[in-house]
């Protein structure tokens, strides 16, 4: 509707007041005013990351550094285009630090997203490859807003919430490289092509998750780890031969797993 956040912040809180006067729990006076302290407390971690976070992007905005920056890097890359995405999953997360979801995209794909188009990448590949790490910096640290706000929310060390969040969404880091080794998981193929990519990325994010959580039906070793995020890359390449070895790997990985598990439940039983 085009307010601005300031307004929006506002009439959202007011509505919060509102909406619980039709619900069983109705807040009074005095509960309004709890809740106006309890956020006015946890608000001050958010405001002195947020007026870093404005910092940074000032600068880029004011001196440019964000075009330049892109520009050299993705003339380096060259013929290189996996390069040229490494280097632009950095550019776009620093260029999206700080910001809310459309302009991180706005800025980061005015910056990265021609130079991706102009090496040979789809526009559909290149603008969701921008958007999708733009966002991701929410949870990447240093300026990970998202893990500060869910910080002051739990009350827990807002750099040890960032690490965390960074390791959970590990997997988000990966995909977004798949988009353009295969555009069946943006819709761009036959619906059998995009059905089996569909399935075996699923089962390659399950992979990686487990191997960052180190669980897989049971804790996995150091070595069963290192196997676990090989077949998850296999699963979400998108290749025929590729989803077969890492289904094979998902498979051994899963008997390994149920058997160690059951024997561990049958002894307990026996005991």
């Known amino acids: 509707m085009g307010y601005s956040v300031i307004r929006a912040g506002t009439l959202a809180t007011a509505s919060a007041a509102v909406v619980s006067w039709i619900s069983p729990n109705k807040m009074g006076l005095r509960a309004i005013l709890k809740a106006l302290q309890i956020a006015g407390t946890m608000s001050i971690q958010i405001i002195a990351v947020c007026a870093c976070a404005g910092l940074i992007v ?12 892109s520009s050299l890097l993705l003339g380096l890359a060259g013929v290189s285009q996996l390069l040229a995405l490494v280097f632009a999953m950095l550019i776009s997360i620093l260029l999206g630090m700080g910001m809310p979801t459309t302009a991180a995209y706005a800025v980061a794909a005015s910056v990265v997203a021609p130079g991706l188009i102009n090496i040979g990448i789809e526009p559909l590949i290149a603008h969701f490859f921008v958007f999708y790490f733009a966002v991701v910096s929410a949870i990447t640290p240093p300026v990970a807003l998202a893990s500060y706000a869910a910080a002051g929310i739990s009350g827990d060390n807002p750099m040890g919430t960032s690490v965390a969040s960074f390791k959970i969404g590990l997997a988000a880091f990966i995909v977004p490289f798949m988009f353009f080794y295969s555009p069946a998981m943006l819709m761009e193929g036959s619906p059998m092509q995009i059905l089996r990519v569909g399935l075996t990325a699923t089962l390659g994010i399950v992979l990686l998750s487990g191997m960052v959580q180190k669980w897989f039906f049971g804790p996995v070793n150091l070595v069963q780890r290192v196997v676990m995020l090989v077949g998850a890359l296999f ?11 890492g289904l094979a790997i998902g498979i051994v990985l899963f008997m390994m797993q149920r058997k160690a598990h059951g024997g561990g439940s049958k002894a307990a039983q026996a005991g």
């Open 235 to 245: 699963l979400i390449y998108g290749g025929i031969y590729t989803d077969i070895a």
């Open 58 to 69: 000032g600068v880029i905005s004011l001196t440019g550094v964000g075009a330049r920056f």
